[in-house]
């Protein structure tokens, strides 16, 4: 996995992108400034008020990112990105996102 903090304030999200596109087989995490992951064994849930991206690239079928210049564009077909809020859990052996925000005890 590869973190990134301080994530849409300084719109990283780009950033990110090109390192999962380069390493398909890393998971790629954007954290939103008071959010926290707490990660234990094969789970990973958000917590506080902002948001975790968290992309996928295991499922990218072409991309550009060997072809293109610095600074130019890239495109990439086919990457998953997950949106995680407080509460939800993504499950790091099913590659999966349970949402549970609002919790159910609110509901």
Same mark, same amino acid.
């Given at each position: 996995?590869?973190?990134?903090?301080?994530?849409?304030?300084?719109?990283?999200?780009?950033?990110?992108?090109?390192?999962?596109?380069?390493?398909? *087989?890393?998971?790629?995490?954007?954290?939103?400034?008071?959010? *926290?992951?707490?990660?234990?064994?094969?789970?990973?849930?958000?917590?506080?008020?902002?948001?975790?991206?968290?992309?996928?690239?295991? &499922?990218?079928?072409?991309?550009?990112?060997?072809?293109?210049? &610095?600074? *130019?564009?890239?495109?990439?077909?086919?990457? &998953?990105?997950?949106?995680?809020?407080?509460?939800?859990?993504?499950?790091?052996?099913?590659?999966?996102?349970?949402?549970?925000?609002?919790?159910?005890?609110?509901?």
């Amino acid at each position: 996995m590869v973190f990134d903090t301080h994530f849409i304030e300084r719109v990283r999200i780009a950033r990110l992108f090109e390192v999962v596109v380069s390493n398909p *087989a890393v998971l790629g995490v954007g954290l939103e400034e008071n959010t *926290a992951l707490l990660i234990h064994r094969d789970r990973m849930e958000a917590m506080g008020p902002g948001m975790a991206i968290i992309l996928d690239g295991r &499922t990218i079928s072409q991309s550009n990112i060997l072809e293109i210049v &610095t600074g *130019a564009p890239s495109s990439i077909e086919n990457m &998953t990105l997950h949106l995680m809020s407080q509460h939800d859990i993504f499950n790091l052996k099913k590659m999966q996102l349970e949402i549970n925000n609002p919790p159910k005890a609110e509901v």
